[in-house]
């Protein structure tokens, strides 16, 4: 049985800049910007959302930094290819609650490799985790 959304998703595009990935859409991450390695990503903290110590879920965090260094890495590139995630490593900080902002950095690689640094703040605006990615790139299918 085929899931009641799918006509819509296929027609969205799955790469360049307004690429459809139903997993964050579906968390509710919303790009904020992304230019120039640099890529900002916001998401509103739901009760669906949370652990249950009533903070923000590690899944949902790590999510939002992967989603910031993707983007980062992808706006280094104009959005001309795909990445993948090969490495990540992640520090939780705090107990994250409210709206969680992250921001994501290209910070050094070359044509094959992109490595990336993120850090979320929550709503006091005190960081609630930080990560270090590596993407690899690669051509649109």
Do not use: W
């Amino acid at each position: 049985m085929s899931h009641p959304d799918k006509a819509a998703q296929t027609d969205k595009p799955r790469s360049g800049p307004e690429r459809h990935v139903p997993f964050t859409d579906h968390l509710g991450l919303c790009r904020e910007k992304a230019h120039d390695g640099e890529a900002v990503i916001s998401v509103e903290l739901r009760d669906e959302l949370l652990n249950n110590h009533g903070g923000g879920h590690g899944g949902v965090v790590m999510t939002l930094l992967d989603s910031a260094m993707a983007h980062a890495a992808l706006s280094r590139v104009d959005y001309a290819r795909e990445v993948v995630t090969v490495d990540m490593s992640i520090s939780f900080m705090r107990p994250a609650a409210g709206r969680l902002v992250a921001t994501g950095r290209a910070i050094g690689g070359g044509r094959s490799v992109c490595f990336c640094e993120a850090r979320v703040v929550d709503a006091t605006g005190q960081v609630a985790a930080q990560a270090m990615g590596t993407f690899r790139y690669r051509d649109p299918r």
